[in-house]
């Protein structure tokens, strides 16, 4: 079975944690995935070759591997460069998820360059994107799928509301790659309403593995923090 085919109709777990973050250690990480996978995930995405081999160590989903650096001069901040994608193969990544928008790239690569660098290694490419154009154009170069990853909401009533309408339109445009619904998925209603809008899998981060930023939301409720 291909590792695409492993992700279908399924919820990846994002085990990421933001510097600052005292979760911000392999293996809690890799703690993390192992629950998702007991929970019934289908694969888990990662940042940076530590976690990622520690994740390949405690669970045997399929591991989309990521590197978030940010460079001068770029707002790329997902995997920019090629030389940021290769140590995440060799600590295990099965899949490299890299920002696919037309933003200058340090070094002046092209999405469509990484994504033939990476095919030609064997090794599918899931292209976060932030818009139609983006995504048509990443399937065009041969992304193996396309996420929705770099989408603002959808409403500045709900900046918290993920935008399933670019699931749907990308879905419904014939693209060549299956879509995967990433970005502000947290609740099984979200998830669901993915799925019915076209999505091949759904990604969940903050939702499940931000011990921090859950806990900041709802200690903000109390009167010990808000002083209300
Ligand atoms: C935009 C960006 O940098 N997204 C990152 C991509 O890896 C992560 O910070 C997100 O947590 C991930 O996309 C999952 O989304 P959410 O945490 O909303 O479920």
């Given at each position: 079975m291909s590792v695409i085919s492993k992700l279908a109709g399924g919820l990846i777990v994002s085990c990421q944690a933001p510097v600052?973050?005292?979760?911000?250690q392999p293996a809690v990480m890799a703690a993390m995935a192992s629950a998702a996978e007991l929970a019934g995930a289908v694969g888990v995405r990662a940042e940076g070759a530590a976690d990622i081999a520690a994740i390949k160590d405690a669970c045997t989903l399929p591991v989309i591997g990521i590197r978030k650096r940010q460079v001068p001069?770029?707002?790329?901040?997902?995997?920019?460069?090629l030389a940021d994608a290769l140590p995440l193969l060799d600590a295990g990544a099965d899949l490299i998820a890299l920002d696919a928008s037309d933003r200058p790239r340090p070094g002046g690569e092209r999405v469509s360059d990484l994504i033939a660098a990476l095919d030609a290694r064997g090794v599918p490419v899931m292209a976060d994107v932030g818009d139609h154009r983006c995504g048509m154009a990443a399937a065009g170069a041969g992304a193996a799928l396309v996420a929705?990853?770099?989408?603002?909401?959808?409403?500045a009533s709900d900046?918290?509301?993920?935008?399933v309408g670019l699931v749907r339109r990308l879905a419904e445009s014939g693209i060549d790659a299956p879509v995967v619904a990433e970005g502000r998925y947290a609740t099984p209603e979200a998830v669901a309403v993915a799925f019915a809008a076209g999505a091949y899998a759904v990604v969940v981060g903050t939702a499940i593995t931000d011990t921090l930023a859950l806990a900041r939301r709802l200690c903000a409720a109390t009167p010990a923090v808000s002083g209300g």
């Open positions: 600052g973050s005292p979760l911000r001069g770029s707002d790329v901040r997902i995997t920019p460069t929705t990853t770099l989408a603002p909401s959808p409403t900046p918290d509301a993920p935008d």
